[in-house]
C-alpha cells in the first residue's frame, strides 16, 4: 500500500531548508566569475628556427584579437619570458645566449587581463661552435689553371644545408684580398685573373631553412711550390734561387736536409727567392714554400731537389768472371740448365747458376745483367730455405729447376770491371712483368777486390756493406713505366769504394717460386 506525503508538508520542508536551482553545486567555482580561455596556438604553425647559440620562435598572426603577448617556458620552467605580439603580422621572438643543445619550449597566449590560453610545446636546437667544428668543405673533383683564370670544378652538392664556398686570395704586391664565391648550385666555377700562388676557401652553411646566421667550415689551402726545373743550384756555394711568388700569403721558403756524415737532419729558412745553405753536407734537399694566413703558418709539398750528379759507370768494359762463363757452344734451351765449362767454374759455387726460362725475354746468359737489354736477365736458383745462412747450415733439394738444384752453399756473382773503378752507388733493374716479389731478391751484401786470385779464393774480398734492403723488392713489376718503384729500385748510396772485381751475394729470398732474376746491375759515382 503506497502512502502520499501531503503538498502542505513538502512546501514547509522547502521554506525550512531554503532550497535553491540545480547549479547549486558549481556556485563555489564561480564566485568570482567564469573562467575565460584564449585561443590555443597551433603547434603545427609554431616554428623554432635554431641559430648561432640562439633560437628564433615564430608564431603566426593569430584570430584572436584578445591576444597580446606570449609567455615562453624552457629549461624545465626554470627560464621564461613574455613578449608582446605583432598585431598585423607573424611574431619573431629571439631566445639568446643559449648552450648548443636542443629545447622544449612551452608557449601560452596571454590578454591584457591576465587570462592564458592552453600551452602547446615545440622543438628546437641552438647551433654553435661544436656543431660547426664538424662542418667540411666542399671537395673539389679538380683545380687547374685555365688561361688568366683559375678553374675549380666539383661534383653535383647533395647537402640542402650548403650554401656555397668562398674564396680568398692576394697579389700584384698590395696585399689587397681578391674574393670569389661559387654557388652550391654550381659544379664549375673560376677565379677570375688569378695571379697568386695560392688561396684560401672554406664553404658556408645554413643550420636550416629559415636560419639567419651562417656558419663555416675550417679554412682549407691551396699552395704552389716551384717545380725542380724552375730551381737554379750554385753547388760551389750551395746557393738556391728560385721564382719570386706574386703572392700575398707568401712568407718564404725552408729547405730541410741530412747530414750525410752525422745524419742529422737540419733545415734552413729565407724571406727571400734565395738562399745559401750553411755547412751542407748532404746528397739532397727538400724545399717548400711558406705561407702565412692571418697567422695561421702554413707549408706547401715538399720537393726533392738533388744536389749531386749521379754518373754511371761504362758499362761496356765489364764482362763476367770466369766461373760464370758459358762454354762456347753450349745449348741454352728453354728450361733447360746452361753448361757451364768446368776449367772456369770456381770451386766456391755450389752448382751451375743459370738457366733459359720460357718466354718473351728467355735469351739469358751471364752478362745478361749489364747487357743493356732489360729483357734478358741473370737468373740464379734459390738456395735452401729463406736466406744465404739457411743456405750454407742446411742441405738438400728446396728449389730447382732443370736439373739444378739447391746444396747449402752461397748464391752471388762477379763482375770484372775491367780495371779498378770508384763507385758509390748502385741501381739493379728487376725483372719485367713480374706480379710480385717472388723472382726478387730481399736483401744482398758487396764486396770488392783488386785481386784477380779471388776468382777462386774467397779470402781475397774485402766487404763494402752487408745486408741491404733493395727498394721495390717486395711490389709488382709489370709496370711499362722504367721508373715504376716495383722495376727499379733507383740510384741506392753504398760507402765510396775503388776495385776491379765486384761481388753480390743473394742474402735473402722468398721461398715462393726457384728462382731469383735481375734484368741490369749498374754502378757509379755520384759528385
Known amino acids: 500500500m503506497k502512502h502520499k506525503i501531503p503538498f502542505f508538508i513538502i512546501s514547509v520542508i522547502c521554506l525550512l531548508y531554503s532550497c535553491s536551482p540545480m547549479d547549486y553545486k558549481y556556485s563555489d567555482f564561480i564566485k568570482d566569475g567564469p573562467i575565460t580561455y584564449l585561443t590555443k596556438l597551433d603547434e603545427s604553425e609554431v616554428k623554432g628556427i635554431g641559430g648561432r647559440n640562439r633560437i628564433r620562435i615564430v608564431i ?12 615562453i617556458y624552457w629549461m624545465n620552467k626554470q627560464e621564461h619570458l613574455v613578449e608582446s ?64 683564370d683559375f678553374k675549380i670544378t666539383y661534383d653535383v652538392n647533395i647537402d640542402e644545408r650548403l650554401l656555397g664556398t668562398e674564396f680568398e686570395w692576394k697579389q700584384d704586391g698590395e696585399g689587397t684580398s681578391f674574393t670569389q664565391f661559387i654557388d652550391s648550385a654550381q659544379t664549375t666555377g673560376y677565379l677570375e685573373d688569378f695571379k697568386a700562388s695560392s688561396f684560401r676557401y672554406r664553404s658556408v652553411y645554413l643550420p636550416e631553412p629559415g636560419s639567419e646566421d ?6 682549407e689551402y691551396y699552395m704552389e711550390v716551384p717545380g725542380i726545373q ?3 743550384f750554385d753547388k760551389g756555394t750551395t746557393t738556391f734561387t728560385l721564382p719570386q711568388p706574386n703572392d700575398g700569403f707568401w712568407v718564404g721558403y725552408e729547405f730541410i736536409w741530412t747530414d750525410k756524415t752525422s745524419g742529422q737532419s737540419r733545415s734552413q729558412v729565407t724571406n727571400t727567392n734565395t738562399i745559401t745553405l750553411q755547412d751542407y753536407n748532404g746528397m739532397a734537399v727538400i724545399y717548400r714554400a711558406l705561407y702565412e694566413f692571418d697567422d695561421v703558418a702554413v707549408s706547401s709539398e715538399g720537393i726533392e731537389f738533388s744536389t749531386v750528379r749521379y754518373v754511371d759507370l761504362d758499362r761496356s768494359n765489364w764482362y763476367a768472371a770466369p766461373e760464370t762463363r758459358i762454354s762456347d757452344g753450349a745449348p741454352l734451351n728453354n728450361n733447360s740448365e746452361a753448361q757451364v765449362n768446368e776449367k772456369n767454374k770456381s770451386t766456391f759455387l755450389s752448382h751451375l747458376l743459370f738457366y733459359a726460362a720460357s718466354g718473351t725475354d728467355a735469351q739469358i746468359s751471364p752478362w745478361a745483367h749489364f747487357d743493356g737489354n732489360e729483357n734478358t736477365y741473370l737468373s740464379m736458383i734459390k738456395g735452401y730455405g729463406k736466406t744465404y745462412l739457411d743456405n750454407r747450415n742446411k742441405t738438400g733439394v728446396l ?16 763482375i770484372d770491371l775491367g780495371k779498378e773503378e770508384s763507385f758509390n752507388y748502385f741501381r739493379m733493374v728487376y725483372r719485367g ?15 770488392g777486390s783488386n785481386d784477380p786470385d779471388c776468382i777462386t779464393d774467397m779470402s781475397k774480398w774485402s766487404v763494402i756493406q752487408e745486408s741491404v734492403s733493395l727498394p721495390g723488392s717486395d711490389l709488382a713489376s709489370n709496370s711499362s713505366d722504367p721508373n715504376h718503384p716495383g722495376r727499379v729500385t733507383g740510384n741506392v748510396t753504398i760507402p765510396e769504394s775503388s776495385y776491379r ?10 721461398e715462393a717460386s726457384n728462382s731469383v732474376a735481375v734484368a741490369e746491375f749498374y754502378l757509379g759515382m755520384f759528385y
Do not use: C
Open 60 to 71: 603566426p598572426e593569430l584570430d584572436d584579437p584578445r591576444a597580446s603577448k606570449v609567455e
Open 85 to 148: 605580439l605583432n598585431e598585423s603580422g607573424e611574431t619573431n621572438v629571439y631566445i639568446d645566449d643559449l648552450v648548443e643543445a636542443s629545447y622544449i619550449f612551452e608557449l601560452s597566449v596571454l590578454d591584457d587581463k591576465g587570462n592564458s590560453s592552453i600551452p602547446v610545446a615545440i622543438t628546437a636546437t641552438s647551433y654553435g661552435v661544436i656543431w660547426e667544428s664538424l662542418l667540411q668543405n666542399r671537395l673539389i673533383a679538380s683545380q687547374e689553371r685555365e688561361g688568366d
Open 214 to 219: 651562417l656558419f663555416y667550415s675550417s679554412w
Open 230 to 232: 724552375e730551381v737554379e
Open 399 to 414: 728449389h730447382s729447376f732443370g736439373g739444378v738444384s739447391s746444396d747449402g752453399n752461397d748464391l752471388y756473382f762477379i
Open 433 to 447: 712483368g713480374q706480379g710480385n716479389g717472388n723472382l726478387k731478391p730481399q736483401k744482398v751484401s758487396f764486396f
Open 501 to 510: 772485381f765486384f761481388m753480390l751475394r743473394y742474402d735473402e729470398w722468398t
